[in-house]
């Protein structure tokens, strides 16, 4: 059975920092090693949990946990409000550490990346190498930093490995231990298999993921999952590379949940407002111009309302980008508790069609990156509208789990 899976030595590593942020802030706080930490966006007791210390979760505090409850179930639990400048500057140190072995390195969030040692020549043993960049973590970061690495045959494989032993783990998946390997898993424990593509899976018969491992390639193409996903899950399980894309960005946005559910609807627009600042420069920053606006709301009745418009010409100012939504969000309903927005219809901004558009964009494309270039030599937001003052106090920058693009 052997011949059926990838016998390639294992050359993928996957390095995933351990309970990233709150391990983040006991490594800047010392008085709080050792102790259960929760990382907050906003410090309410109605918050949900960002990340948790593995102190906290031995007490069974979980991710998204709301405080209160949290801290019912840990006595002594201590809320920290989350700090991105800290953790951007750990995710560039990690990712210098990474480049440092490979030049295809690829940082799939901000406390976790892939390195592909594919290609390279006189490369030392796997394991010695996972053990080197552990060390360099608490000499370049902190002793206090911890990180888990996989080694397997794809980044699926690798993704495993590193969290079979948390925290502070080594694993490597190969041919000759992958079947005890994934004898010792739930299917829930495979990334990408949630509540229902279990239920899928179970309805075939399939309860395990060594049961998943040696199912045929036609039940799970044409019954299973009833699309070349079927293809892509038999390969991945045995290793071979089916995850190396690239997918085009769709759409730019943010969200945010109100602070107070009795805002007046000027109130709501200006952190309304806030938010299109955020998304533009969002934009800005991966060189696109957008077409479309999207905004929404949920209701405290958790009614969900939405309205978008498309636009002829594009744009990507923070001018534009508001004066679109504050059109479309005035129809929006009262005791609203959520508000977001996003551009869509997205194109880089350095292609030749661009140019038709003459010059009403070219003079907004002075203007706009006059005032990002003093944004980012000064700080976030060192310009900005006067209409979105007083609303900074509420609205923080958040550091996104599943994307590095705007770090």
């Known amino acids: 059975m052997l011949e ?70 840990a006595p002594g639990l201590i809320a920290i409000e ?50 080197e960049i552990k060390q360099r973590l608490k000499n370049e970061v902190g002793r206090a930093m911890r990180c888990n690495v996989g080694i397997g045959t794809n980044r699926f494989l690798a993704k495993t490995a590193a969290g079979l032993h948390k ?45 998943f491992l040696d199912s045929d390639q036609v039940t799970l193409q044409k019954i299973v999952f009833k699309s070349i996903v079927g293809l892509q899950w038999h390969q991945r399980l045995r290793g071979y590379e089916v995850d190396d894309r690239v997918f085009d960005m769709k759409r730019i946005g943010r969200q945010y949940v109100l602070e107070r559910r009795d805002l007046t609807r000027i109130q709501i627009m200006q952190r309304l407002h806030h938010l299109c600042e955020s998304v533009g420069s969002r934009l800005r920053s991966q060189n696109k111009v957008a077409r479309g606006v999207y905004v929404y709301a949920k209701t405290a009745e958790r009614h969900y309302w939405h309205a978008s418009r498309l636009c002829q010409l594009p744009f990507y100012s923070d001018k534009a980008i508001y004066g679109l939504a504050e059109q479309l969000f005035w129809q929006a309903p009262s005791a609203i508790r959520e508000i977001g927005i996003h551009c869509y219809g997205l194109s880089d901004d350095d292609e ?23 944004n980012q030599r000064y ?23 599943g994307s590095t693009r705007y770090l």
């Open 379 to 401: 700080g976030d937001r060192t310009l900005h509208s006067a209409d979105t003052l007083d609303v900074s106090n509420f609205i923080r920058q958040k550091i996104p789990f």
């Open 167 to 211: 925290p502070d783990g080594l694993d490597e998946i190969n041919h000759t231990n992958l079947r005890t390997t994934l004898a010792s898993l739930k299917l829930t424990d495979l990334t990408g298999i949630a509540d229902h593509n279990q239920s899928r899976l179970n309805g075939v018969g399939i309860y395990t993921p060594l049961q």
């Open 4 to 73: 059926m899976y990838n016998t390639e030595t294992p050359l993928v590593m996957h390095v995933d920092l351990n309970s990233a942020f709150a391990t983040i802030e006991q490594q800047a706080r010392p008085m709080l090693r050792g102790r259960p930490v929760a990382v907050l966006n906003r410090r309410t007791e109605h918050t949900a949990i960002v990340t948790a210390s593995y102190e906290a979760k031995a007490m069974g505090v979980k991710v998204g946990m709301k405080f209160k409850e949290a801290a019912y179930l």
């Open 352 to 374: 030749p069609q661009m140019s038709l558009f003459g010059d009403a964009l070219a003079r907004e494309h002075q203007l706009v990156d006059a005032l990002d270039t003093i």
């Open 82 to 131: 989350s700090d991105p400048a800290k953790y951007r500057f750990v995710y560039k140190k990690l990712t210098s550490i990474l480049n440092d072995y490979s030049p295809h390195v690829v940082m799939k969030s901000i406390d976790e990346g892939v390195i592909d040692f594919h290609g390279l020549v006189n490369q030392r043993p796997m394991i010695e190498i996972g053990h």
